[in-house]
């Protein structure tokens, strides 16, 4: 199963189609977690099954993004899945065990051949449903620290996390979706919810260097 939230601004459309065409030549289930009010419209434009969150960040965002939490719901539900970034090309995927997995994406202007490695982000994981025991977030994807808190999150649990070394997913330049200010509150709610301390910076750095230091490459 393929877990996204895609976004119903018609800014990023053309990526999206192209990423779920992708995602279909791996022949399994693929599911987009959005708000009531925006489904509608998806329905009409993407050929995928949709399912309501519980919560979304509305109060934090003013638009209806969805919480990492809210997809670990599907997984418990499913046994298993890959969560994704909705505009994230997959080229291939590793043999998936019992492991969580976690992938950084290579990222293009005009060819996928000519794609450079995204070293600060992670854009899609593969878990099982006993991964999935974990705190809810106010963190939503499309938004930022989302993607450190789900592998802080793990460890903190005592699971250990694989990385492959192959290129396996690929994303297209586009202009960035979110603002500096919601970074900065995305990695305070992030320091909240995990314990870590320090500037909004700081977080994030050691976030990072927490998270690529006890990654086991497959």
Same mark, same amino acid.
């Given at each position: 199963?393929?877990?996204?939230?895609?976004?119903? @601004?018609?800014?990023?459309?053309? +990526?999206?189609?192209?990423?779920?065409?992708?995602?279909?030549?791996?022949?399994?289930?693929?599911? !987009?977690?959005?708000?009531?009010?925006?489904?509608?419209?998806?329905?009409?434009?993407? %050929?995928?099954?949709?399912?309501?969150?519980?919560?979304? /960040?509305?109060?934090?965002?003013?638009?209806?993004?969805?919480?990492? !939490?809210?997809?670990?719901?599907?997984?418990?539900?499913?046994?298993? /899945?890959?969560?994704? %970034? !909705?505009?994230?090309?997959?080229?291939?995927?590793?043999?998936?065990?019992? %492991?969580?997995?976690?992938?950084?994406?290579?990222?293009?202007?005009?060819?996928?051949?000519?794609?450079?490695?995204?070293? !600060?982000?992670?854009?899609?994981?593969?878990?099982?449903?006993?991964?999935?025991?974990?705190?809810?977030?106010?963190?939503?994807?499309?938004?930022?620290?989302?993607?450190?808190?789900?592998?802080?999150?793990?460890?903190?649990?005592?699971?250990?996390?694989?990385?492959?070394?192959?290129?396996?997913?690929?994303?297209?330049?586009?202009?960035?979706?979110?603002?500096?200010? +919601?970074?900065?509150?995305?990695?305070?709610?992030?320091?909240?919810?995990?314990?870590?301390?320090? @500037?909004?910076?700081?977080?994030?750095?050691?976030?990072?260097?927490?998270?690529?230091?006890?990654?086991?490459?497959?």
């Amino acid at each position: 199963m393929i877990i996204t939230s895609l976004a119903p @601004s018609h800014k990023n459309k053309e +990526n999206q189609l192209k990423a779920i065409e992708s995602w279909k030549k791996h022949d399994t289930k693929i599911i !987009s977690v959005n708000h009531i009010s925006e489904i509608k419209q998806l329905e009409k434009e993407y %050929n995928v099954e949709f399912i309501e969150p519980e919560k979304t /960040g509305f109060d934090l965002f003013r638009k209806h993004y969805v919480p990492a !939490s809210e997809l670990l719901k599907v997984i418990k539900k499913e046994g298993s /899945g890959l969560i994704i %970034n !909705s505009d994230i090309i997959i080229k291939d995927l590793p043999k998936f065990g019992d %492991n969580p997995i976690i992938f950084n994406r290579y990222d293009f202007t005009d060819s996928m051949d000519r794609a450079a490695f995204f070293r !600060s982000g992670f854009d899609a994981f593969y878990l099982k449903a006993e991964h999935c025991d974990l705190p809810e977030t106010r963190l939503c994807l499309g938004q930022c620290h989302w993607d450190y808190w789900l592998p802080i999150m793990l460890m903190q649990k005592g699971f250990k996390i694989e990385k492959s070394v192959k290129p396996h997913i690929y994303h297209k330049k586009h202009e960035l979706q979110y603002s500096m200010f +919601n970074w900065k509150l995305t990695a305070k709610i992030f320091g909240d919810e995990t314990g870590i301390k320090g @500037s909004e910076q700081s977080i994030s750095h050691k976030a990072f260097s927490h998270i690529t230091g006890r990654l086991i490459n497959i």
